[in-house]
C-alpha cells in the first residue's frame, strides 16, 4: 500500500504511515504523492493533502535559535502541531523582504549585491528568524 492509499483512506494506522514514508523516501521519489517529508524527520498531513516543507539555512537557523531561546513557544507551537509551519513561514517571510530589501539597496544605494544582501540580512534577522528570548522569570 502506498503513502497516498493510506491517505484516501479514512483512518490511518501510524504503523502504516510510518512504513509508506519509510518506502516512499527510500524509493526514486519521482511519482507525486500527497504524503511530503520535512527534512526526512517530519512529516504534516493536512485533510487528504500534504503540502511539503522544506527548510533552508534559514528555517534550520531558526528552529536552532526558538529551541534554545524560546523553548515555551516550541513547546506551545509543538502541541499544537504547527513548529514547521511556524518555521516555514519565518524562513519565507525572511527570504521574501531580503530580496526586496537587498534590491532596493542595491539601487538607491548602490551598494554591491554582497554588501545590500549583508546589510538586508542584519535589518531582518531578528523580526522572524533570531527572535528576542523568552522571559525566564516566568
Not at 500500500?1 to 514514508?21: F, W
Not at 521574501?96 to 554582497?114: F, I, N, S, V, W
Not at 531582518?124 to 528568524?129: A, D, N, S, V
Request: hydrophobic letters at 40%.
Amino acid at each position: 500500500m502506498t503513502a497516498g492509499d493510506l491517505l484516501s483512506r479514512k483512518s490511518i494506522n501510524h504503523d502504516e504511515l510510518v512504513e509508506a514514508c519509510a518506502r516512499r523516501v527510500c524509493s526514486s521519489a519521482m511519482g507525486k504523492s500527497r504524503l511530503a517529508t520535512i527534512n526526512s524527520a517530519f512529516l504534516i498531513l493536512e485533510t487528504q493533502m500534504a503540502k511539503e516543507i522544506y527548510l533552508t539555512q534559514y528555517g534550520l537557523m531558526a528552529e536552532r535559535h526558538w529551541r534554545e531561546f524560546l523553548p515555551k513557544m516550541v513547546r506551545d507551537l509543538e502541541s499544537k502541531g504547527i513548529l514547521m509551519e511556524a518555521l516555514f513561514e519565518a524562513q519565507e517571510t525572511t527570504l521574501a523582504e531580503m530580496e526586496a530589501l537587498t534590491r532596493q539597496l542595491e539601487t538607491e544605494q548602490k551598494m554591491t549585491p554582497q554588501q545590500a544582501h549583508d546589510r538586508a540580512w542584519e535589518m531582518i534577522r531578528e523580526k522572524y528568524i533570531l527572535l528576542p528570548p523568552e522571559d525566564e522569570s516566568n
